[in-house]
């Protein structure tokens, strides 16, 4: 256990259909990232925080996709509009600063 | 072509064996991470370097910033080494990391 927890860890849902999926980072971690991994390949960039700031955003990214993190602690990831797609494991991972990142479990999240 | 390559892609071992792991990047980087991922999604970070050389117990990366060019060693691999081994660098000017796709490794007893 990294002490970064995402919620929930499975998720499977209709097409077309909206997700949220949460993340609680390491209490005094600062920075937030959200990765996506699909099967075989290595994660792909989606988006940081540093606090409650959005300061980079992947052009994966469509408008479909948002990110939030209200209070500079945990964050959330929203899906609309839910494509085939979208399969994929969504992981968080954070950090104090320029170290090591610590990833959570993922969310594996199926569109059927 | 991927801005992080690792070789090789499937590695099978017998217990004991010394392994290497290779990965290399064709961009700027302020660091490099080696990464385990178990079955399952959880991945830990193994190690984070600049330069130079960083050893954990059985575990070994060394970086050549000039050949752009990192390896992962395992000496006297056990079974419970057994998982995907992913390099990922950070680009110079953003904090995101780019990630290999991954070196499977499997250890037999």
């Known amino acids: 256990d990294t002490g970064v927890s995402q919620d929930p860890r499975h998720k499977i849902t209709k097409r077309g259909q909206n997700v949220t999926f949460r993340c609680d980072p390491i209490s005094e971690h600062n920075r937030l990232y959200w990765y996506r991994q699909t099967l075989g390949q290595g994660p792909e960039f989606l988006t940081y925080f540093q606090n409650e700031a959005q300061l980079e955003k992947s052009r994966l990214l469509s408008d479909r996709f948002s990110a939030e993190r209200p209070k500079g602690s945990f964050s959330t990831l929203e899906i609309q509009r839910t494509e085939q797609g979208d399969s994929a494991m969504y992981l968080c991972?954070?950090?104090?600063?320029?170290?090591?990142?610590?990833f959570g479990q993922g969310t594996r999240l199926t569109v059927v | 072509k991927n801005e992080v390559e690792q070789s090789p892609q499937n590695l099978t071992a017998q217990e004991g064996e010394f392994i290497t792991i290779n990965c290399s990047y064709s961009v700027g980087i302020s660091a490099l991470h080696w990464l385990q991922q178990h079955p399952g999604g959880g991945i830990v970070s193994l190690f984070m370097?600049?330069?130079g050389k960083k050893k954990h117990g059985r575990l070994i990366a060394t970086i050549n910033i000039q050949e752009k060019h990192s390896s992962l060693h395992i000496t006297a691999s056990h079974p419970r080494d057994s998982a995907v081994y992913i390099c990922a660098v950070k680009k110079g000017g953003s904090e995101k990391l780019v990630f290999g796709k991954g070196t499977k490794l499997t250890v037999n007893p």
């Open positions: 370097l600049s330069s």
């Open positions: 991972a954070s950090n104090p600063g320029n170290t090591e990142a610590f």
